[in-house]
């Protein structure tokens, strides 16, 4: 008889999950409870616009091939993927803007553009980044979080021994500040550590493996939208026979002496023996299991949270020849903005501002004439509002008005936002947090959920909430990372 597995949630852990493990041959249903897949990955196709609702940059485009490949599909026949020339777009209060070119001699020549000498910095700086990718990438990102066998490799032994080679010791903000002359550049490379919802005042420099991953492979757009990629995965599950229920709410997990028996969905019992949740970290201690005592819950729920964020998508009647596919306007003073966001748990007077305009590339993306603007900024996680929108609104109106010039005051032709209470609402992230625990603290690392529950047997989990982390191709190891698990187990 197959086993039976039911994966909570069909984000893009989920889904990584429900391939892995039909690719195997298992018997796999996902439950998820919006009406359509892809949770954090959402979509907005409204009056002429289309809007990705959250991720929209790829990153290891080679993590996404992979998942096809496990299902002896190509990618290619799915989905388009894009290099993007310029990954990023910065503009600084000063009035000097950034290009981060993917073409590494342009790039150099642009660092020296705004400091001269800075490009023998940054490969200072990006050869450091490659060597915590070198030591960590293996141990923390690809496998199962610390096992044993895992440990026993040399090249781990010699990681963990020469831990200070991760640099965890020193903050993100403190590394980078050893590494450039210019501020600008220190607060352009501490903003990488927000890619996990971290701070990078407290977070420990470990978090600079980031930039290498974005420097070195590369930031990708798909053509037609990063939800594209989540039509593909659902149709790569179906033909794998994947069942797949939407609008299907798990209440609770059911478990009966430390061992789960099944889940209940509107007072109805589906049994199983294996659960993976890619449901929050946080939301299936607190709601699924709802037994907040047991030892491991304890150790998790205790941790500060991640950020999350304020997104407004709005349809403009401008074409704006300054702005790039993706562009980060700055807010003046960084550590005023970071101890908002997580000791005041504000949302930042001065917030940096991201500004993602993917009909720059996709061009059905608008109406002609017009472009869809993603405009997001950092927002602490909370459990009740305590800002009035509009007035966010029309601060982030000004300083995009003051940074690019550009006044979209009367230019706004459609409209829709979502809140940290929204998020929380259409992903479960607890507070709408984006990544479940923040890497604020030197060890957090070691604090992350393994993908196997040790208390609840069968219990599993995969997700950007738990081990490898979060952002898109993370998420995909974790379905990957929990599917080798289980089929270990139940062999
Ligand atoms: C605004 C924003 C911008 C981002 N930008 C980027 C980016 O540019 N690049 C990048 O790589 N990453 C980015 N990320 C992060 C990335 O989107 C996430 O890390 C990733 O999508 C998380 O996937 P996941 O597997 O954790 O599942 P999630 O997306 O968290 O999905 C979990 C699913 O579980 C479902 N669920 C929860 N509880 C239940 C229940 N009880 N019953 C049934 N179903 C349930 C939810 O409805 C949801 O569909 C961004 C995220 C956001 C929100």
Same mark, same amino acid.
């Given at each position: 008889?197959?086993?039976?597995?039911?994966?909570?949630?069909?984000?893009?852990?989920?889904?990584?999950?429900?391939?892995?493990?039909?690719?195997?041959?298992?018997?796999?249903?996902?439950?998820?409870? =919006?009406?359509?897949?892809?949770?954090?990955? @959402?979509?907005?196709?409204?009056?002429?616009?289309?809007?990705?609702?959250?991720?929209?940059?790829?990153?290891?485009?080679?993590?996404?091939?992979?998942?096809?490949?496990?299902?002896?599909?190509?990618?290619?026949?799915?989905?388009?993927?894009k290099s993007k020339d310029i990954v990023t777009k910065y503009f600084f209060n000063d009035g000097t803007n950034f290009y981060q070119y993917f073409n590494r001699d342009r790039l150099l020549l642009e660092f020296e553009k705004v400091c001269p000498n800075s490009s023998a910095e940054f490969i200072k700086f990006i050869n450091y980044s490659k060597k915590i990718y070198d030591l960590t990438a293996e141990l923390f990102l690809f496998q199962p979080f610390l096992e044993i066998k895992n440990i026993l490799q040399l090249k781990s032994l010699k990681t963990l021994f020469k831990i200070n080679r991760i640099d965890p010791f020193r903050t993100v903000h403190n590394a980078n500040n050893g590494f450039f002359k210019d501020k600008k550049f220190v607060q352009l490379f501490d903003r990488f550590a927000t890619y996990n919802g971290s701070n990078p005042f407290k977070a420990p420099a470990t978090l600079n493996i980031i930039p290498f991953v974005e420097f070195e492979?590369?930031?990708?757009?798909?053509?037609?939208?990063?939800?594209?990629?989540?039509?593909?995965?659902?149709?790569?599950?179906?033909?794998?026979?994947?069942?797949?229920?939407?609008?299907?709410?798990?209440?609770?997990?059911?478990?009966? =002496?430390?061992?789960?028996?099944?889940?209940? $969905?509107?007072? *109805?019992?589906?049994?199983?023996?294996?659960?993976?949740?890619?449901?929050?970290?946080?939301?299936?201690?607190?709601?699924?299991? @709802?037994?907040?005592?047991?030892?491991?819950?304890?150790?998790?729920?205790?941790?500060?949270?991640?950020?999350?964020? $304020?997104?407004?998508? &709005?349809?403009?009647?401008? =074409?704006?020849?300054?702005?790039?596919?993706?562009?980060?306007?700055?807010?003046?003073?960084?550590?005023? *903005?970071?101890?908002?966001?997580?000791?005041?748990?504000?949302?930042?007077?001065?917030?940096?501002?991201?500004?993602?305009?993917?009909?720059?590339?996709?061009?059905?993306?608008?109406?002609?004439?017009?472009?869809? &603007?993603?405009?997001?900024?950092?927002?602490?996680?909370?459990?009740?509002?305590?800002?009035?929108?509009?007035?966010?609104?029309?601060?982030?109106?000004?300083?995009?008005?003051?940074?690019?010039?550009?006044?979209?005051?009367?230019?706004?032709?459609? *409209?829709?936002?979502?809140?940290?209470?929204?998020?929380?609402?259409?992903?479960?992230?607890?507070?709408?947090?984006?990544?479940?625990?923040?890497?604020?603290?030197?060890?957090?690392?070691?604090?992350?959920?393994?993908?196997?529950?040790?208390?609840?047997?069968?219990?599993?989990?995969?997700?950007?909430?738990?081990?490898?982390?979060?952002?898109?191709?993370?998420?995909?190891?974790?379905?990957?990372?929990?599917?080798?698990?289980?089929?270990?187990?139940?062999?």
């Amino acid at each position: 008889m197959k086993n039976k597995i039911i994966i909570i949630g069909s984000g893009f852990g989920g889904l990584s999950a429900a391939i892995h493990l039909a690719a195997k041959g298992y018997e796999v249903t996902i439950f998820e409870k =919006n009406s359509k897949l892809g949770g954090k990955a @959402g979509e907005i196709v409204e009056q002429g616009f289309r809007f990705d609702t959250g991720p929209t940059l790829l990153t290891m485009p080679f993590v996404l091939e992979n998942l096809f490949n496990v299902g002896n599909f190509n990618i290619n026949d799915f989905i388009s993927i894009k290099s993007k020339d310029i990954v990023t777009k910065y503009f600084f209060n000063d009035g000097t803007n950034f290009y981060q070119y993917f073409n590494r001699d342009r790039l150099l020549l642009e660092f020296e553009k705004v400091c001269p000498n800075s490009s023998a910095e940054f490969i200072k700086f990006i050869n450091y980044s490659k060597k915590i990718y070198d030591l960590t990438a293996e141990l923390f990102l690809f496998q199962p979080f610390l096992e044993i066998k895992n440990i026993l490799q040399l090249k781990s032994l010699k990681t963990l021994f020469k831990i200070n080679r991760i640099d965890p010791f020193r903050t993100v903000h403190n590394a980078n500040n050893g590494f450039f002359k210019d501020k600008k550049f220190v607060q352009l490379f501490d903003r990488f550590a927000t890619y996990n919802g971290s701070n990078p005042f407290k977070a420990p420099a470990t978090l600079n493996i980031i930039p290498f991953v974005e420097f070195e492979f590369g930031g990708y757009f798909v053509e037609g939208g990063i939800y594209r990629i989540i039509n593909a995965l659902e149709k790569i599950a179906q033909k794998l026979e994947v069942k797949i229920y939407k609008s299907s709410n798990v209440e609770k997990i059911l478990v009966k =002496n430390q061992k789960v028996e099944g889940i209940l $969905i509107d007072g *109805e019992k589906f049994d199983a023996q294996i659960i993976i949740s890619n449901s929050d970290l946080f939301n299936t201690y607190k709601l699924l299991i @709802g037994d907040v005592k047991n030892s491991e819950a304890n150790k998790y729920i205790k941790q500060e949270l991640s950020t999350s964020a $304020i997104i407004f998508y &709005w349809g403009v009647s401008t =074409n704006s020849e300054n702005l790039e596919m993706d562009n980060i306007l700055f807010s003046e003073d960084y550590q005023k *903005e970071f101890h908002q966001l997580f000791d005041q748990k504000v949302v930042p007077n001065d917030p940096t501002i991201h500004i993602h305009i993917s009909s720059k590339k996709n061009f059905l993306d608008a109406p002609k004439g017009f472009e869809n &603007w993603y405009v997001m900024i950092n927002a602490p996680s909370i459990n009740k509002q305590n800002f009035d929108i509009e007035e966010i609104r029309e601060r982030v109106l000004q300083k995009i008005k003051k940074m690019t010039k550009i006044d979209l005051s009367n230019k706004i032709v459609f *409209e829709k936002f979502k809140t940290p209470l929204m998020l929380e609402e259409e992903t479960s992230g607890l507070y709408g947090s984006l990544y479940g625990p923040s890497h604020n603290r030197f060890y957090s690392a070691f604090l992350r959920q393994r993908n196997k529950s040790s208390v609840i047997d069968g219990l599993y989990f995969c997700g950007g909430t738990v081990h490898p982390g979060g952002g898109i191709p993370l998420a995909i190891l974790s379905g990957k990372i929990v599917s080798e698990i289980v089929d270990k187990n139940l062999r």
